[in-house]
């Protein structure tokens, strides 16, 4: 669809006009192998020369206006996206204003409690929140995002009329009532066990950062960090018990480079008001507001010496939770990018 597209602008013809343009100057234009111009060429005669094809109001192409940008960017883009719920919603996940939580399956209670805690603060500072849908984690981050009366993003890994887990249709119901639900799997489709793995990179691409709450080392939330690694999209995760294997896989995260998420108010003070706060709340930013390198003119070059996020803090003389938010906020700024063992550099 790109290369068709990138042809009609280069003649600027409407798209459409390709439909009738003959074999030969299809195949000058695209180059593409004979073997796929035939099964073009027979696609086309079967359809006619005026096809009529019918689009549900459901689904979402990657030439769509509210089409998210980064799924063209990913290595599998989806051929298209089935929704049900708040369409508003949608603009907001194109330009990546929203959240994602994610965890194990069977978190600890401190994970249930920090993922409904997040979900709610998050609600409250107008950020969408993203997540799976899957028992746990996920569902803690959307009890508390509807708790808020927040907007709720169910990325589903089963086609729009499947619940799973089966005891998740109540939530389910309330997520797609109070903000949204997508899938690349079209009703009546299959499910495998692979497509639970395959939603992460969609989850990752329409947030502006995750955060990991609690994760085992075999875990897909994993996953999920190494590909939002890939797309510049910032990792946070919640410290757990050194000790319990839930906690195994995030905190992995942590000694790789990841920044520690204390307290839900420590990720909305470093993200600001959401696309959804009232507009009296985005407006009374303080001097916090102001980007990082203007409040520590020190701190870049502090940066660029490799400094830890332990010796920046012996350094500013501020704490290392204070420091995190204002790293993270560089970081989306676009100044610096981490490096292992909390360490950064300039951009």
Known sequence: MRAL????????????DLWSWPLWRL???LRWPDALMKRVQSYRLSKGTSPSVGVPDNALLPLDQ???????????????VHWSGRKPCWPLLSAQKAVAVVGTRRPSDHGRRMAHALGQGLARAGWPVV??????????????CLAAGGRPIGVLGTPLDRVYPSEHEALQAEVESAGLLFSEWPCGARVQRSNFALRNRLLVSVSCALVVVEC???????LSAQIAQTQDCPVWVVPGDALRWSCQGSNRLLQEGATPLL??????AALGPGPLAPASTASKRSDRSRPSGERHPSLLRWVDEGFTLEQLSAELSCSPNQL????LQLELEGVIEPKPGLRWRSV
């Open 5 to 16: 597209r990138a042809v009609a602008q280069a003649h600027q013809l409407p798209l459409a």
């Open 27 to 29: 195949q000058r234009e």
């Open 66 to 80: 509210d089409w998210p940008i980064a799924f063209e960017g990913l290595k599998r883009p989806p051929l298209a």
């Open 131 to 144: 997540s799976g849908l899957a028992e746990g984690i996920d569902a803690a981050s959307h009890h508390g």
């Open 216 to 222: 085992p080392e075999t875990s897909g939330s994993l």
């Open 263 to 268: 307290s839900p108010e420590s990720l909305i």
């Open 324 to 327: 995190a938010h204002e790293l």
